[in-house]
């Protein structure tokens, strides 16, 4: 009977986050609005991702995968044929910034009970980099006029709106919701 019990503790442990995950990606790129092909003012979901990251890790990878496919379909008017690549490149942006922050020993976002400011702009930046220059290579690649992006606008727009996103989401969260969590779950709040 214990050892029911723990692997039922196990299974929800690991079910959980994958839940919260998949439904603040969702919810995120509700509030957002519509995508558009020239890039959003602001880019709400690759903050909400990269949050996910910072909250659960990378074991949320495929509930990280599922929602922004669930949320292009439901709220993008999108088909599923033919947007699985640009998915991955939006799964894969905050996980390659927060690895790259991690391998050169940036990815100190709390000192002690005080937030490093720092790490999360540069977190920011290096994400929006990665998730821009990644989305103009598969969107000049699989385009059927390529020469119609304009490459300097795309960027531009694509990085502007990345960054203003992901900081939006990072520094509420970081501001309201790790101070909420700390308050009334100690044990669960995150301390990296």
Sequence with gaps: MIQKNASLSNFYSFIQPQFLTFFIIVFV????????????????PIGAVSLCYLLFGFRVFAAVFFAITAS?????DS??????????VGTFAPLLAIASMKFFKLSNFFDGEKLVFQHLLFLAILTALYNTLMKFFVY????????????????????????????????????????????????SAPLE
């Design 29 to 44: 790129t509700f509030l957002n609005g519509q995508a558009y092909i020239d890039g959003n003012l602001i880019w709400l």
């Design 79 to 88: 088909t599923f044929s033919g947007i699985n690549l640009l998915h991955f």
């Design 140 to 187: 000049s690649y699989f385009s059927d006029n390529p020469s119609s992006i304009n490459a300097l606008q795309f960027i531009q727009n694509y990085l502007i709106g990345d960054i203003l996103g992901c900081l939006t989401v990072l520094f509420f969260a970081a501001l309201v919701i790790v101070p909420v969590i700390r308050y009334f779950f100690p044990k």
């Design 72 to 76: 292009s379909l439901w709220f993008h």
